[in-house]
């Protein structure tokens, strides 16, 4: 069996099937998705269409244009890395540096989240309603996809704040499409702990542990991966609590560099309602270059320096 050790650097255009379009008529429950599927040199086609998958209706606002470049490192192709999120800026809380990082590396990203974090007290500023914050921080979030210039961004309409009240198989369906469609050899989310120890985040946290298992096997070999996006200190004087993972447990870690660090600064700044919160939280100042990952069920000493360190090229 071949192991893939290193990632090449992206050179020329793949296109992949992005689905079949259904008709509109179904009575199943309702899911609706903003899609910002962006091809990486392309721009958004706003032809909107309805794809019914499983016992959800899903509807989709975007769809790719043209191709997307890749990197021949497993199969042919690069390595496709998914983020799964629960809230609009949890992908620049941190995250962003890798992200930058793994799409300089020449990997795709793709990032789902799963609600539009309408539900953040930072409405009452505005004085708007859960609505009105869902529109303004889905917008921000087309920011931040062109900011850190993702291969493609899905926002769903989970409920924010509520997940723990949801069918877990309603969010799991949902992350288990998403995979299906993605075909990542890597998955991210949240560890356990959840970083902040937000119900959201720890649902996300089982849920897409859940999915992975289900799908993982002979029948979906290039789902390879579980990773989960951790920090090991707690900065000080922060006014949220953080939850931490050990050293000892830490799979994954490398450096960002002066340029994802660049690019992490200005995802961030895509949240201009958050303005307020990221400027308390010193956000800008508390990460550093380190990333830290944990890799589920897997055990590096020494860590890996890449998330795609170790997964079969075949796949």
Same mark, same amino acid.
């Given at each position: 069996?071949? %192991?893939?050790?290193? *990632?090449?650097?992206?050179?020329?255009?793949?296109?992949?099937?992005?689905?079949?379009?259904?008709?509109?008529?179904?009575?199943?429950?309702?899911?609706?998705?903003?899609?910002?599927? /962006?091809?990486?040199?392309?721009?958004?086609?706003?032809?909107?269409?309805?794809?019914?998958?499983?016992?959800?209706?899903?509807?989709?606002?975007?769809?790719?244009?043209?191709?997307?470049? *890749?990197?021949?490192?497993?199969?042919?192709?690069?390595?496709?890395?998914?983020?799964?999120?629960?809230?609009?800026?949890?992908?620049?809380?941190?995250?962003?540096?890798?992200?930058?990082?793994?799409? =300089?590396?020449?990997?795709?990203?793709?990032?789902?989240?799963?609600?539009?974090?309408?539900?953040?007290?930072?409405?009452?500023?505005?004085?708007?309603?859960?609505?009105?914050?869902?529109?303004?921080?889905?917008?921000?979030?087309?920011?931040?996809?062109?900011?850190?210039?993702?291969?493609?961004?899905? /926002?769903?309409?989970?409920?924010?704040?509520?997940?723990?009240?949801?069918?877990?198989?309603?969010?799991?369906?949902?992350?288990?499409? @998403?995979?299906?469609?993605?075909?990542?050899?890597? %998955?991210?989310?949240?560890?356990?702990?959840?970083?902040?120890?937000?119900?959201?985040?720890?649902?996300?946290?089982?849920?897409?542990?859940?999915?992975?298992?289900?799908?993982?096997?002979? @029948?979906?070999?290039?789902?390879?991966?579980?990773?989960?996006?951790?920090?090991?200190?707690?900065?000080?004087?922060?006014?949220?609590? %953080?939850?931490?993972?050990?050293?000892?447990?830490? +799979? *994954?870690?490398?450096?960002?560099?002066?340029?994802?660090? @660049?690019?992490?600064?200005?995802?961030? +700044? *895509?949240?201009?309602?958050?303005? +307020?919160?990221?400027?308390?939280?010193?956000?800008?100042?508390?990460?550093?270059?380190?990333?830290?990952?944990?890799?589920?069920?897997?055990?590096?000493?020494?860590?890996?320096?890449?998330?795609?360190?170790?997964? =079969?090229?075949?796949?």
């Amino acid at each position: 069996m071949r %192991v893939l050790r290193a *990632c090449l650097p992206r050179h020329r255009n793949c296109a992949r099937n992005q689905g079949e379009q259904r008709s509109h008529a179904d009575p199943r429950p309702l899911l609706v998705i903003r899609d910002l599927r /962006v091809a990486r040199f392309g721009v958004a086609s706003p032809a909107a269409h309805e794809n019914k998958r499983g016992n959800i209706l899903i509807i989709a606002g975007f769809s790719p244009a043209g191709t997307r470049a *890749c990197s021949p490192t497993i199969g042919g192709e690069a390595v496709r890395i998914l983020y799964v999120f629960p809230h609009p800026d949890d992908e620049s809380f941190g995250p962003a540096r890798a992200i930058a990082a793994q799409l =300089r590396a020449g990997h795709e990203i793709y990032l789902l989240t799963l609600t539009r974090g309408e539900a953040t007290s930072v409405r009452h500023k505005f004085g708007w309603t859960l609505e009105e914050m869902g529109v303004a921080r889905h917008r921000e979030m087309q920011e931040v996809r062109k900011t850190l210039e993702l291969t493609d961004l899905r /926002v769903l309409s989970l409920p924010d704040g509520k997940l723990k009240e949801l069918d877990p198989w309603t969010i799991e369906q949902a992350v288990r499409e @998403e995979i299906l469609r993605v075909k990542p050899h890597v %998955v991210v989310t949240f560890p356990v702990h959840g970083i902040s120890g937000f119900h959201d985040h720890i649902i996300t946290h089982v849920t897409v542990t859940r999915a992975f298992l289900e799908l993982r096997g002979t @029948e979906h070999p290039w789902l390879q991966r579980l990773a989960y996006f951790t920090v090991v200190t707690a900065p000080a004087d922060f006014p949220w609590h %953080v939850n931490v993972t050990k050293p000892e447990e830490i +799979d *994954c870690t490398f450096d960002a560099s002066d340029a994802d660090m @660049e690019r992490f600064h200005r995802a961030l +700044d *895509c949240y201009v309602t958050y303005a +307020d919160v990221i400027a308390a939280t010193r956000i800008h100042e508390v990460f550093r270059k380190d990333v830290h990952f944990e890799i589920f069920r897997e055990n590096h000493k020494p860590p890996l320096a890449d998330l795609c360190d170790g997964l =079969r090229a075949d796949a």
